[in-house]
Each structure stands twice: as structure tokens, then as C-alpha cells.
């Protein structure tokens, strides 16, 4: 993997930005952590203080969650919208980089006046998920010994996670949300919520995401996770006070480069980059390198600005736990029990969870707005195509939330 000053320096390219994680170091060298740290610019984050917090296996950590709303609450607080992030975002739905947050919002063109989820309307709530790197407890926050918590996070689940937004719908006076609406990780968060709290969700949407994390995801999140605790700069996750270039960012570079593979189809790779080089000089010869190449390591080197290897660990950890029927009589079984209005989305190139998940979780689930099969997407984009095909996806949504 190569390191490109050029192509990737401090913040967003083009953008100028430079995120607090780098602001006075003297190289454009990535942090030991890209995590959001106490004293950061706050950007649009708002914070909920919501006292201790027991996770399902074990252990304590004071909980903090960071938060961003769009829109108005209704009197009658009956309004509001829940919005859940994948593996690696964050509570930044919409709106342009600056200062606290290093990239622009992950899913533009949902959130907004007369977009999907009209603001005019609806207030949008989205938090960062527990055990992430962005404003809520995480690794990266300081324990009560003064230390971050490192590899000595508790043990995190799917259901933690859904336990510790329910707290902050508590702590906003919101009963029963309008929509629960998550892709990818985030649609397994929704899913909980139907399945632990349904009386709190009026409605759900599931984009390309399943009812049970099969064996090949168990086995692709174990590899990304692998890569970053086998570099050497990984210090049983105690990092933190590394220098710039000292920490573990060429594992978690080289895990998002792997996770980029699942993200992607092979379609749009081949049609984008072929076997294209990236400069006048060929692959063949040793000196030159493959477009896709390049690609990758964009990906891979930018990801190490705004995440946290211990996040990457704890995340990837909490989708494995992700079985909607555990102790529950199965997960077919507790897909009958939504019958809340749900919509659920695939796209056609997903190899990460491929679109009969999804038909899995509409054939069971007598809420289904599309009935016996979910709404399958033609997307060129694979996994990513949730995020991208943004017509269809927003007009499935005012379905749902017509309905």
C-alpha cells in the first residue's frame, strides 16, 4: 500500500479543512486516531449525558451519546424520524464539511426541504452509535482512570446499541418514533428496534441489511479486524498517545481497503477502472501501478482521518453479534411478530448481503409495504448502491411514511 502526500493530505481534498486530529502537527503524517476527542470543535454534534450504561455481557461505561436533529418537534412530539448509520458513519446525515467534522454528510439528498424526509414536516434524529469514534462513548473516550478505554471497551452488540438509543429517545421526550429507517448496520438496528421495542416504532425501513449475519461476514469482518491488530503500531490497542504516523493506520487502512471489496461490485470496478494504469508507466514492469489500485488506496488512507482503529475492532465485533433470533425461537419467527408498516430495499449487485436476505425479511414480515419480496434496486454500485440510487430509495421512503 503506498502513502501519497499528494494525493491525500490533512482534511477533505479540495476542501482546504484541516481536522483537529493533525491541527498543529508539522506532516501530513494520518493521527493515531481519527476519532472526534474531547476538545474538538463540536461541529453540528449536539450530546446527551445519559449516566451509566450496563452492557449485555458485562461491564459499565458512563454513556454519552452525539447527536444531530434536523427539523421541528411537534407539540405532541409525534414527528420525529430516526435515521441509523452503517459500520463506518456517523451522526453527520447531511450537510458540508468544517470545522469538527472532517467530511460532508454520508447521505445527501434525504434529509431537507421537500427531499424524503422533508424538514418542513419531519424532525430527523441521528446519533452515533455506541462503541463508535465520532462523540459517543467509544474506545477512544476517557474512562474514569483517566485513560481511554482502548481494547478494554466492553463487549458490544447490535441489541447494546439499539438499548443506548432508546435511551436518547428518552432523553428527547420522544415515546414512539414516526420511521426507524437504517442501511447496512443500521438496518440491523432497525430490525431491533421492531423486533425489542416495537411499540416505539410506527414504522421501519430495512435497506440491505439482513436478519442474521451469516458466516462469509463473520468471516470478511475477522480478516479487516486481523489486519489491524496484527500491525505492529497496534500496542494491544493502547495507541493513543502515539505521534502523528505512530499509530496502527496502515491496519486500518488495509481494512477498509478489504471492506471496500464488499462495498463495491465487480461490475463497477471493471467499468470505472478495467486495467487501466494510473500514470504512463506500466503495472507490468514493476514501476507502475493499476488505476484500482489507487483507488483503494485513497480510500484506504482517507478512512484513517476521521476513524478509530479500537472503533473499527468494537464495530465490527457488534455486527457479528447480529442474530435477530437469538433467544428468540428464531429469526423467522420474529420477523412475523412486524407488523408495523416495512419497507425493505435491496440492491441487485449486493454481495455483501445479497438481496435474498432481504426477500427473506419481506416474506416474513406481515408488514411488508411491498409485500412477499422486498423492493429490489438495478444499481451498478453493489452494497453502496443504498446510499447512491437515491430517487428509488426516496421514493420508496414517502411510501412508507405515507403509509
Do not use: K
Not at 25 to 47: I, K, L, T, Y
Not at 207 to 213: G, T, Y
Not at 311 to 322: C, I, P, R
Not at 360 to 380: C, K, Q, V, W, Y
Amino acid at each position: 500500500m503506498h502513502w501519497n502526500d499528494d494525493v491525500f493530505g490533512p482534511g477533505v481534498a479540495g476542501s482546504g479543512f484541516r481536522p483537529e486530529a493533525v491541527r498543529g502537527a508539522p506532516s501530513v503524517r494520518p493521527p493515531a486516531s481519527g476519532a472526534w476527542r474531547e476538545g474538538d470543535h463540536p461541529g453540528e454534534r449536539r450530546f446527551a449525558q445519559l449516566g451509566p450504561f450496563a452492557f449485555e455481557h458485562g461491564g459499565e461505561v458512563p454513556l454519552r451519546i452525539a447527536y444531530e436533529t434536523w427539523g421541528e418537534l411537534d407539540a405532541d412530539r409525534g414527528n420525529a424520524v430516526l435515521v441509523l448509520h452503517a459500520l463506518t458513519g456517523d451522526a453527520h446525515v447531511d450537510g458540508p464539511a468544517g470545522p469538527g467534522q472532517a467530511t460532508a454528510g454520508w447521505w445527501p439528498g434525504l434529509i431537507g426541504d421537500e427531499l424524503p424526509l422533508d424538514t418542513g414536516r419531519w424532525f430527523v434524529v441521528a446519533p452515533n452509535i455506541l462503541g463508535g469514534c465520532q462523540g459517543t462513548t467509544g474506545p477512544a473516550s476517557i474512562g474514569p482512570d483517566g485513560r481511554e478505554y482502548g481494547a478494554r471497551f466492553p463487549l458490544t452488540t447490535i441489541r447494546d446499541q439499539v438499548r443506548a438509543q432508546a435511551l436518547l429517545a428518552d432523553h428527547l421526550g420522544i415515546d414512539r418514533f414516526a420511521a426507524v429507517i437504517g442501511g447496512s448496520m443500521g438496518g440491523m438496528h432497525a430490525l431491533e428496534w421492531g423486533a425489542m421495542l416495537p411499540e416505539r416504532a410506527a414504522r421501519l425501513a430495512v435497506l440491505s441489511a439482513p436478519a442474521v449475519i451469516d458466516a462469509m461476514t463473520i468471516a470478511q469482518n475477522t480478516l479487516q479486524a486481523d489486519a489491524i491488530r496484527l500491525d505492529p503500531a497496534w500496542q494491544e490497542g493502547d495507541y493513543y498517545d502515539a505521534p502523528a504516523g505512530g499509530g496502527p493506520w496502515r491496519g486500518l487502512a488495509l481494512a477498509r481497503r478489504l471492506a471496500m471489496l464488499n462495498y463495491r461490485s465487480d461490475r463497477e470496478l471493471d467499468d470505472r477502472f478495467g486495467r487501466s494504469w494510473q500514470s504512463s508507466l506500466s503495472p507490468a514492469v514493476g514501476a507502475g501501478r493499476y488505476a484500482v489500485e489507487s483507488y483503494l488506496d485513497f480510500h484506504g488512507n482517507r478512512f484513517t482521518r476521521r476513524f478509530d482503529a479500537n472503533s473499527y475492532v468494537t464495530l465490527t465485533q457488534a455486527m457479528n453479534s447480529h442474530d435477530l433470533g437469538r433467544d428468540r425461537g428464531g429469526a423467522d419467527a420474529v420477523l412475523a411478530e412486524l407488523t408495523m408498516p416495512t419497507l425493505v430495499v435491496s440492491i441487485d449487485t449486493d454481495t455483501l448481503f445479497p438481496p435474498a436476505t432481504q426477500h427473506r425479511i419481506a416474506r416474513f414480515a406481515p408488514g411488508s409495504i411491498t409485500g412477499d419480496e422486498a423492493l429490489e434496486i438495478a444499481s451498478p454500485f453493489g452494497h453502496d448502491g443504498f446510499l447512491l440510487e437515491m430517487r428509488a430509495v426516496g421514493d420508496a421512503l414517502r411510501r412508507l411514511l405515507a403509509a
